[in-house]
């Protein structure tokens, strides 16, 4: 650019020599000052000299009460972009643009839920935030430089303008002269001879010109597409990220329910225990029963605190993947009920080629990049590209085989909670009536209990494999 700027001026100077020495100045009608845009939208003043300013265009006023400049650039997150570029720091720019108050506000209080996890994650879990910022540092250099540069490119363009004008306005007034000849500083040269030189100066400053527009157009376009390189380049995270946190959540749940049946027995076998010491007492039962009693109290009450323990973990875990602190109070929200009709109208070989194209582990594997340019090395690549497509379109045969075995247990599910149903009612009229003891009302209400919990946890399970096989389309899916 520095060559660019020496050859305007030398151009500038030898207009102002041609205007100079014929004791003429470029007659330029005078105009009010108004806002331009030149042929990339790039917004100007046009001086009533006819010249541009790019430098001194005024904001515009935004919805918020704000303003921006007319020639900001945002990016595809709708972030603006400035010296400092993005953040995904909350606490410092405060709702993200874009992002509505509502859904700002859900996400700031202490409840999870299932639809919240994918923006938790973008905005505040530390491993995404910190490859964002990573990345978007090597932006801001690029943002920074072009701050720069277009300042610099914007005075280059004013004065190739002037430039243009100037010799424009001299070959007019050359053209005008009468006779064959101009005088040049005290000598007489062919007016061709002085038109020829004007052209040719013309020619090399809207030659200049060009290359500026083009270099300020080139940049533009990479830094306006700037933001969204860096969401594509880290999407393959942020969804690992995102399916991973989901499939933390769905094993929580699972804990949860358990933890419930559990609940429940220790509950139901505390009042066996306390019962039977009073049979025992009344030699109406016997020691070894009320034993066997304590001894089942005392087992489910330790599987409580295992669960106790683990969910803690889970929800910690959790916690801090969606930018929490780990000693925060948070509420897991119970997940929506999975698409029991998800498989249907689908067409699965559409779904594998999908999954299996957009697979990481088989894009590293077809990279040229990642081989030798020989022919060994060409073969070799399509060896290792054709083994893991292999392997992934065997991975996705697993995940669709599993999610429609799931769909199966889903719907025996609702049998087996009718059953339940049925049985926790006939166990109480049968105690009721002592037709049975409570004992066996005991065993009877475990088994209800039983059913419930395996149909919740079939549910979770159907979610979790419609959640697999959606992933796996979107290139989340182990294929080791």
Same mark, same amino acid.
């Given at each position: ?11 500038? +100077? ?11 100045? /470029? ?7 108004? +806002? ?5 939208? @790039? ?7 006819? %010249? ?13 009460? $704000?303003?921006?400049?007319? $020639? ?10 400035? @010296? ?27 409840? +999870?839920?299932? &639809?919240?996890? /994918? ?39 004013? !004065? ?60 533009? =376009? ?13 999407? /393959? ?12 959540? +769905? &094993? ?59 969910? *803690? ?24 009920? /999975? ?10 070989? *559409? ?18 990049? $990642?081989?030798?340019?020989? =022919? ?9 590209? $054709? ?28 049998? *087996? ?9 006939? #166990? ?7 037709? @049975?003891?409570? !004992?066996?009302? *005991?065993?009877?209400?475990?088994? #209800?209990? %039983? ?26 899916? &182990?294929?080791?």
């Amino acid at each position: 650019m520095k060559l660019i700027g020496k050859k305007n001026n030398l151009i500038r +100077i030898t207009a102002a020599a041609f205007a100079v020495s014929l004791g003429l100045f /470029p007659m330029v009608n005078a105009r009010a000052e108004s +806002i331009e845009k030149d042929e990339f939208g @790039v917004a100007y003043v046009l001086k009533d000299d006819g %010249s541009r300013d790019y430098n001194n265009v005024p904001a515009l006023p935004t919805d918020d009460g $704000n303003s921006i400049s007319q $020639n900001t650039i945002i990016d595809s997150d709708r972030h603006e972009i400035g @010296v400092n570029g993005p953040t995904r720091d909350q606490s410092t720019i405060g709702i993200p643009d874009g992002m509505s108050k509502e859904t700002y506000a859900a996400l700031s209080d202490n409840v +999870i839920n299932w &639809s919240e996890i /994918p923006d938790l994650v973008e905005y505040r879990n530390p491993t995404y935030v910190k490859y964002y910022r990573q990345a978007d540092q090597s932006i801001e250099t690029m943002r920074t430089a072009y701050d720069e540069f277009s300042s610099q490119m914007h005075e280059q363009l004013t !004065s190739l303008d002037e430039t243009i004008d100037g010799l424009k306005a001299s070959e007019q007034l050359i053209a005008k002269v009468p006779g064959d000849t101009v005088n040049m500083n005290g000598t007489e040269v062919s007016k061709d001879t002085a038109l020829e030189g004007l052209k040719s100066g013309l020619a090399s400053a809207k030659a200049g010109k060009n290359s500026i527009i083009s270099a300020i157009t080139s940049t533009r =376009s990479s830094i306006y597409y700037a933001g969204n390189t860096v969401n594509n380049a880290l999407s /393959p995270v942020r969804n690992q990220l995102v399916s991973t946190v989901e499939t933390l959540v +769905i &094993s929580y749940k699972t804990l949860e329910v358990n933890r419930s049946l559990v609940s429940e027995q220790t509950e139901l076998y505390k009042s066996l225990y306390n019962m039977n010491q009073g049979l025992e007492q009344q030699s109406l039962s016997t020691a070894a029963v009320t034993q066997s009693y304590y001894n089942q109290l005392k087992t489910a009450e330790k599987t409580l605190s295992d669960l106790d323990a683990g969910m *803690a973990k889970l929800k910690k875990n959790i916690a801090l993947q969606c930018g929490y602190d780990a000693s925060a109070d948070i509420t897991i929200a119970d997940i929506p009920d /999975p698409d029991v009709h998800y498989l249907d109208g689908r067409n699965y070989e *559409a779904d594998k080629k999908l999954a299996v194209d957009g697979n990481s582990s088989v894009i590293a594997a077809g990279k040229l990049s $990642n081989y030798t340019y020989s =022919s060994d090395g060409m073969k070799n690549r399509a060896l290792g590209e $054709n083994e893991a497509r292999g392997k992934a379109s065997a991975a996705m045969d697993a995940l669709h085989n599993e999610l429609k075995r799931q769909l199966i247990l889903a719907d025996q599910s609702e049998t *087996a909670l009718k059953k339940a149903e049925l049985s926790e009612n006939s #166990a109480k009229i049968k105690l009721d009536m002592g037709m @049975v003891g409570n !004992s066996e009302y *005991a065993g009877l209400k475990m088994q #209800a209990l %039983s059913y419930k919990a395996t149909a919740k946890i079939n549910r979770l399970n159907l979610m979790q494999a419609v959640n697999n096989y959606k992933w796996a389309m979107s290139g989340v899916m &182990s294929i080791t």
